[in-house]
C-alpha cells in the first residue's frame, strides 16, 4: 500500500471517534483559530455570492463554520464543496450536515473544475498530503483569479525554546496517550507528531505558496504558533 493509501486508511479507522478526540486535544481551542479564519475571509467578501471548496474536509467541522459564519458578512453561499478521500470521514461528515455537497478525491486531484470557487480551505491536511506542490497547483486551478487558499496547519517550529519544548513534549508523550484511548488507535495519534516534524517551517511553506501563483497576505500563528494559519491570493496560474 503506497504512502497516500495508508494515510486515509488511518483517517478511516479512527473517523467514528475523530471530532471527541479533536475537542479533547485541542481543549477546543482550535475552533476559535477556525473562526478566525472564517471571519478574516468573508469580511472580504461581504456582501457577495460564493462559491466555497474545503478540502481534507474530514468530518465537515470547518464547512459548517463557513456556513455560520457567511451569516454574520451577509455572504450567500452558493456551492460549498467538501473534498476529503477518507470514505470513512464523508460517512460522518454526511451525518452531521445531511444538506452538504462532498465528493470523495484527493487533494491533487479534486475533480472540480477550473475556477469553480473564490475560497478553497484545509485545515489540518496539507501536511498529509504526500504529494503537495502538486495539490497546490490544483488549488490554484480549482480557484478564480484573485480567489484565495486558506490553510491552517501545525507546522515546524523554526525557533526552539520553552514554548517549543512544551508543545513537542505535549504531541510527543500526552497527546498519543489521550488519542489513543478515545480512538482506541494509539499508532494513529503518534502519527501526528512525526506528521508535523516531517512538514516545513512557515516561511518555507509560504515560499510553495509563492511557486503556485499565491500572493502570501496573511501568515499568523496561533497560541505559542501551535498552529499558523496561511491566507494567500491566486495571482497567476500554477
Not at 102 to 116: G, H, R, V
Not at 179 to 206: H, Q, R, V
Request: include cysteine; charge should be positive.
Amino acid at each position: 500500500m503506497e504512502k497516500q493509501e495508508k494515510i486515509v486508511d488511518m483517517f478511516n479507522q479512527i473517523a467514528p471517534t475523530y471530532d471527541v478526540a479533536n475537542r479533547v486535544l485541542s481543549l477546543g481551542i482550535d475552533v476559535s483559530w477556525r473562526k478566525y479564519a472564517c471571519r478574516y475571509m468573508l469580511e472580504i467578501f461581504k456582501n457577495q455570492k460564493i462559491n466555497i471548496i474545503d478540502v481534507a474536509c474530514g468530518t465537515g467541522d470547518m464547512m459548517g463554520l463557513w456556513k455560520q459564519t457567511a451569516d454574520e458578512f451577509n455572504v450567500r453561499i452558493q456551492k460549498l464543496v467538501g473534498v476529503d478521500p477518507s470514505s470513512g470521514m464523508l460517512t460522518e461528515a454526511k451525518q452531521k450536515f445531511p444538506h452538504f455537497s462532498f465528493l470523495q478525491a484527493y487533494a491533487d486531484n479534486t475533480t472540480l473544475e477550473s475556477e469553480f470557487g473564490e475560497i478553497l480551505s484545509i485545515s489540518y491536511g496539507i501536511r498529509n498530503v504526500v504529494e503537495r506542490k502538486a495539490a497546490l497547483c490544483e488549488f490554484n486551478r480549482v480557484l478564480k483569479l484573485g480567489g484565495y487558499v486558506v490553510v491552517l496547519e501545525f507546522t515546524k517550529r523554526s525557533k526552539k525554546g520553552f514554548a517549543t519544548s512544551f508543545r513537542d513534549f505535549y504531541l510527543s508523550k500526552i497527546l498519543p496517550k489521550i488519542g489513543g484511548f478515545i480512538s482506541k488507535n494509539k499508532e494513529a495519534y503518534e502519527y501526528l507528531p512525526n506528521s508535523i516534524e516531517n512538514f516545513l517551517d512557515a516561511k518555507t511553506f509560504c515560499d510553495e505558496l509563492r511557486e503556485a501563483g499565491f500572493d502570501v497576505e496573511l501568515c499568523k500563528g496561533f497560541s505559542m504558533e501551535i498552529s499558523t494559519l496561511f491566507i494567500a491570493k491566486k495571482v497567476r496560474q500554477c
